[in-house]
């Protein structure tokens, strides 16, 4: 049993915060949430008064296995990295990366059983962006094109720090009111800087987001190289494209394209799908990416006489670039010039915060 999973009511000592957190009640997420549940959330309060959140970990929540060792080594190398990542974050002052707070470990009893326990806190948001998309009937345009300047700032600062997030998703977009909003959970994080455990996985975040090259990788493993730090700032801008495909259409763009391929073309799945290299399948998933596409466009602002808009037309732009099947020709056109560095989001924090203040008028 998770001696993770009954906190409520319990106190933690602060670290980095003297005093004492107490467990107010777990924060369960809504039902879409999906994949590898490595923590536990929940609602914390400080002695001085302040609400938080926090992400509590155990032996049994990071493996499977039945080997007590592996587990134990397992998590704490999951908590040294992503302590590590965060302080990196609060050291260079990422303020589009929720700030962590404190952290703390343990050993607690728990059925009779000494256990250790980790725990991160972190500031406590209004709500993930899928609460706050749910809140607007039909896609709202400013808000939309806030967030997207946000979470640019917010992939610009990672990557500006050798780090990849390998995770942006709907649930990972915290609110903290109608003009901030942060990217959280660096849970999947990986950097040059910091070995991890999982430095040779290809799929770090959810795979029903993944960016296509990392669902159809033939097998090549990932190293702690520079090479494949770029390789993973490709994948984290098509993350970033597929946010702003579901802040207009409801969903992320990777189902959305699978779901226009025949079972042949799919990624390979248990003797089925496709098996060939990436390349031969490229010609299937643009045909995807543009069926998807034309979803987008339905759904983005239009002149009276029915044409996208200025501010539609230059959104439209942007997700496409960001979300190119291709991750050599992914990214701001101009960027593949000379020595500019290929996979930039500086012009589309800027693209995007010029077409919110347009949105205005």
Not at 212 to 235: C, H, K, P, V, W
Not at 249 to 272: D, V, W
Request: proline residues 5%; glycine residues 8%; negative net charge.
């Amino acid at each position: 049993m998770s001696i993770a999973q009954f906190l409520e009511g319990a106190n933690l000592p602060g670290n980095k915060i003297p005093g004492i957190w107490a467990v107010v009640e777990k924060m369960i997420g809504p039902s879409q949430a999906s994949g590898p549940n490595f923590s536990v959330g929940y609602r914390v309060r400080h002695s001085d008064g302040r609400d938080a959140f926090m992400k509590a970990s155990d032996m049994n929540l990071a493996t499977t296995g039945n080997d007590l060792l592996a587990q134990l080594t397992a998590l704490s190398e999951m908590q040294k990295f992503e302590r590590a990542i965060l302080d990196c974050c609060r050291g260079n002052n990422m303020d589009r990366i929720v700030t962590p707070l404190d952290y703390g470990d343990e050993m607690r009893i728990h059925q009779n059983i000494k256990e250790p326990l980790f725990w991160i806190i972190f500031e406590l948001a209004e709500c993930d962006s899928r609460v706050q998309i749910n809140r607007y009937a039909k896609f709202d345009l400013c808000w939309g094109l806030n967030a997207m300047h946000n979470l640019a700032t917010a992939v610009k600062q990672l990557h500006s720090a050798t780090v990849t997030h390998n995770d942006i998703r709907p649930s990972n977009l915290l609110v903290f009111d109608e003009l901030l909003q942060k990217l959280g959970d660096l849970g999947s994080a990986v950097s040059p800087e910091f070995p991890t455990f999982r430095d040779g996985n290809i799929c770090l975040g959810d795979p029903r987001y993944a960016a296509l090259e990392i669902l159809y990788n033939s097998g090549d493993d990932f190293e702690r190289s520079t090479a494949d730090f770029q390789r993973r700032r490709a994948s984290d801008l098509y993350l970033l494209g597929s946010m702003g495909y579901f802040f207009v259409t409801g969903n992320m763009i990777t189902p959305e394209i699978l779901s226009h391929l025949l079972p042949a073309h799919r990624p390979h799945h248990k003797g089925s799908g496709w098996s060939g290299d990436f390349e031969g399948v490229l010609p299937y998933l643009r045909d995807g990416y543009t069926k998807a596409l034309q979803n987008l466009k339905r759904e983005l602002p239009r002149t009276a006489a029915g044409e996208l808009n200025v501010v539609g037309q230059k959104y439209f732009t942007a997700i496409s670039e960001l979300c190119e099947p291709d991750p050599a020709l992914r990214g701001h056109p101009q960027n593949r010039l000379g020595k500019n560095d290929p996979y930039s989001v500086e012009k589309y924090i800027s693209l995007f915060d010029v077409l919110r203040r347009a949105s205005l008028n």
